[in-house]
């Protein structure tokens, strides 16, 4: 399976008119770690290149009913993952001082659940998420 997932997602790449790239594959997370090197204009439209190879390589998959979990290119997701538990981190800390509630930015599921998830060993601490579609975000509540 993860052989003919990396040779169909090389092939995707190679379609789309890069030739200098890794492709590797994580067993533990489920996920496709991808590097691209001679892609300068990627910097910009990064997220959502991610965002639509992976919907591109998941309806491939889908229609031979194999999962595939997650890709990720030049580590951005890693990256974002990291900056998104220390802004938990540091809201939590703030919540836990002031007494008072901490609202985070407006996120998308996976970052929110990242929050809930990072913030859940907190015994003074609850999160909750409040909003409507793209404006849904975490709050972060002391326990008193």
Same mark, same amino acid.
Do not use: C, W
């Given at each position: 399976?993860?052989?003919?997932?990396?040779?169909?997602?090389?092939?995707?790449?190679?379609?789309?008119?890069?030739?200098?790239?890794?492709?590797?594959?994580?067993?533990?997370?489920?996920?496709?770690? $991808?590097?691209?090197?001679?892609?300068?204009?990627?910097?910009?439209?990064?997220?959502?290149?991610?965002?639509?190879?992976?919907?591109?390589?998941?309806?491939?998959?889908?229609?031979?009913? !194999?999962? $595939?979990?997650?890709?990720?290119?030049?580590?951005?997701?890693?990256?974002?993952?990291?900056? !998104?538990?220390?802004?938990?981190?540091?809201?939590?800390?703030?919540?836990?001082?002031?007494?008072?509630?901490?609202?985070?930015?407006?996120?998308?599921?996976?970052?929110?659940?990242?929050?809930?998830?990072?913030?859940?060993?907190?015994?003074?601490?609850?999160?909750?998420?409040?909003?409507?579609?793209?404006?849904?975000?975490?709050?972060?509540?002391? !326990?008193?």
């Amino acid at each position: 399976m993860n052989n003919d997932a990396k040779e169909t997602i090389e092939s995707l790449i190679k379609l789309m008119g890069f030739n200098d790239f890794a492709v590797s594959y994580i067993e533990d997370s489920r996920r496709f770690l $991808i590097f691209i090197n001679d892609a300068p204009f990627l910097q910009r439209f990064l997220p959502q290149f991610i965002s639509d190879l992976e919907f591109v390589v998941k309806m491939i998959f889908n229609k031979k009913n !194999i999962d $595939i979990a997650f890709i990720d290119i030049n580590n951005y997701r890693k990256d974002r993952e990291d900056l !998104i538990i220390k802004l938990a981190k540091a809201a939590a800390k703030k919540a836990s001082v002031t007494k008072k509630e901490v609202s985070l930015p407006a996120m998308n599921a996976y970052e929110r659940r990242i929050i809930h998830s990072e913030l859940s060993l907190h015994p003074d601490l609850k999160t909750e998420s409040s909003g409507e579609g793209k404006q849904r975000h975490v709050i972060i509540k002391p !326990i008193e």
